[in-house]
């Protein structure tokens, strides 16, 4: 790809907010108070918050300009034509529903197409997608390709494992697989990107057996980056006509535009199937609200609309995924392992090998969070069992985590690199002390999500730490 880059951020700053670091003893009491969960930790408690990218990026003077310009009308606003005609322009869908964010767009897809026992595929769902799916009694699969959990970099680790997606319905059936679902980029396997050759091959076998095939695509912009940068015959194309031709592969939609919207707020589905858009609307106008806001308030409409546009900027996304990839290096000099190559949205820490002593039982990925936490009031999340293991609602089996990850998330156009500086040298004061980490057991939890409240207790009483 040719390159002409810009030397430094591709913005400068308007507005700043004020961030404070508290002393290492109100931590040590905040994540005590927090029963161990940082999803109970307040802004106040946290220094660099890195616990998500999603709806906590900083908006543009474009945005905030478009936010005046909203028009508050209950049915048929001027925001909701200009959503709607953004939406239909970039993923090439005639009918838009808008949500207040991705996960009430799954609620409503799998509440109107799904029937008890139905398989919804994916490469690999996210955790709200899964628990939407388990809600209504449906059965979420993954279908991640085999390089996606090898530690060796391979370029589009996000892709599906075509073969074995086809073997499935073929063993199983086309009438029990409800939809194939594209997560693109892959969060969960590490923000990883799929490549437009896999997204070909995938809706060749969904069309083969009559299937819908939609995207799960809160990070497209980001996908669409790595497919020009790595995917031989794309390296001059635009973003925007990537992002046209990723859209043309599949029937629909499902977004989160807290991510690549660079929205606070908001999601959208969008797809042709009139019939599908017919049932999906008599459900959102009793859960959601009427169709031209779908729970959004019309300035988070235009706030959007821009925000789909920007995202598609190449030298914002060149500095993006360019500024994951330096803070990826800088973990790894500080001596802990992670996902390599770096992805789209994130730097996914490997807990499992970093903390050997700690076995999946015990969350080492929760036991490393606890330790930015008290070590630099940095806010990082566990992906590892926590997240992904526990009791299957639907079947009752006990689950541990193909991997034990620790994510740290970059806001968008929120923090600069002396502030990801900061967060390295963190990780090698916690690198310097890892063998003093202890596990975690969970002694309360949620059937659903159950990393969001979950109630944890340290198995060993931590050695003193030092410093402040
Ligand atoms: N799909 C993907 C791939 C996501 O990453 C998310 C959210 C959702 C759907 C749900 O969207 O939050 O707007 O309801 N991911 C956030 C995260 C929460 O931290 O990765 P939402």
């Given at each position: 790809m040719k390159k002409n880059r810009?030397?430094?951020?591709?913005?400068?700053?308007?507005?700043?907010?004020?961030?404070?670091?508290?002393?290492?003893?109100?931590?040590?009491e905040r994540i005590v108070q927090s029963k161990y969960n940082v999803f109970q930790l307040g802004a106040?408690?946290?220094?660099?918050?890195?616990?998500?990218?999603?709806?906590?990026?900083?908006?543009?003077?474009?945005?905030?300009?478009?936010?005046?310009?909203?028009?508050?009308?209950?049915?048929?606003?001027?925001?909701?034509?200009?959503?709607?005609?953004?939406?239909?322009?970039i993923f090439g869908?005639?009918?838009?529903?808008?949500?207040?964010?991705?996960?009430?767009?799954?609620?409503?897809?799998?509440?109107?197409?799904?029937?008890?026992g139905d398989y919804v595929l994916n490469n690999t769902h996210f955790d709200t997608t899964r628990g939407n799916t388990q809600h209504k009694g449906g059965i979420p699969l993954d279908f991640p390709c085999a390089e996606a959990n090898q530690p060796e970099p391979s370029p589009f680790k996000g892709n599906m494992d075509t073969s074995r997606l086809d073997e499935f319905i073929r063993k199983e059936g086309v009438d029990r697989v409800a939809m194939v679902i594209m997560t693109i980029t892959n969060n969960s396997v590490g923000g990883q990107p799929v490549s437009m050759k896999n997204i070909s091959e995938t809706s060749d076998v969904c069309r083969e057996h009559n299937i819908p095939f939609f995207f799960d695509c809160a990070r497209f912009a980001?996908?669409?980056?790595?497919?020009?940068?790595?995917?031989?015959?794309?390296?001059?194309?635009?973003?925007?006509?990537?992002?046209?031709?990723?859209?043309?592969?599949?029937?629909?939609v499902m977004m989160s535009a807290k991510k690549d919207g660079l929205a606070n707020i908001g999601g959208f589905?969008?797809?042709?199937?009139?019939?599908?858009y017919d049932r999906l609307t008599e459900l959102m106008i009793i859960v959601e609200g009427f169709p031209t806001y779908g729970g959004l308030a019309g300035r988070d409409l235009d706030i959007i609309s821009v925000g789909l546009k920007e995202v598609q900027d190449f030298d914002y996304l060149d500095f993006r995924i360019e500024q994951v990839e330096y803070f990826g290096q800088k973990i790894k000099e500080a001596g802990i392992p992670i996902v390599e190559p770096t992805g789209g949205h994130a730097v996914?820490?490997?807990?499992?090998?970093?903390?050997?002593?700690?076995?999946?039982?015990?969350?080492?990925?929760?036991?490393?969070?606890?330790?930015?936490?008290?070590?630099?009031?940095?806010?990082?999340?566990?992906?590892?069992?926590?997240?992904?293991?526990?009791?299957?609602?639907?079947?009752?089996?006990?689950?541990?985590?193909?991997?034990?990850?620790?994510?740290?998330?970059?806001?968008?156009?929120?923090?600069?690199?002396?502030?990801?500086?900061?967060?390295a040298e963190a990780a090698s004061k916690i690198e310097a002390r890892k063998s003093s980490l202890t596990g975690y057991k969970i002694t309360r939890e949620a059937k659903f999500l159950r990393?969001?409240?979950?109630?944890?207790?340290?198995?060993?009483?931590?050695?003193?730490?030092?410093g402040g």
């Open positions: 810009q030397p430094a951020e591709p913005y400068r700053i308007k507005s700043v907010e004020s961030i404070r670091l508290i002393n290492r003893k109100e931590r040590e106040d408690d946290i220094y660099i918050d890195l616990l998500t990218d999603s709806g906590t990026g900083a908006m543009s003077n474009r945005q905030w300009a478009a936010l005046m310009l909203g028009d508050e009308t209950y049915a048929g606003a001027a925001s909701w034509k200009r959503f709607k005609a953004t939406v239909q322009e869908k005639q009918f838009v529903i808008p949500c207040h964010q991705g996960r009430s767009a799954e609620n409503l897809m799998f509440s109107t197409i799904l029937n008890k980001e996908n669409a980056y790595f497919i020009k940068r790595d995917e031989p015959g794309y390296a001059d194309r635009s973003i925007p006509s990537i992002v046209t031709e990723m859209f043309e592969a599949c029937d629909g589905i969008a797809l042709n199937d009139e019939q599908l996914f820490v490997d807990a499992g090998k970093f903390l050997p002593h700690i076995p999946a039982e015990q969350y080492p990925a929760q036991a490393l969070s606890v330790a930015f936490y008290i070590e630099g009031g940095i806010r990082v999340v566990e992906m590892g069992s926590i997240m992904f293991g526990g009791t299957d609602p639907n079947t009752g089996e006990k689950l541990i985590a193909p991997r034990e990850l620790v994510r740290m998330a970059l806001p968008r156009r929120v923090y600069t690199n002396s502030h990801l500086d900061f967060v990393h969001f409240t979950c109630e944890l207790e340290q198995l060993a009483p931590r050695s003193v730490e030092i």
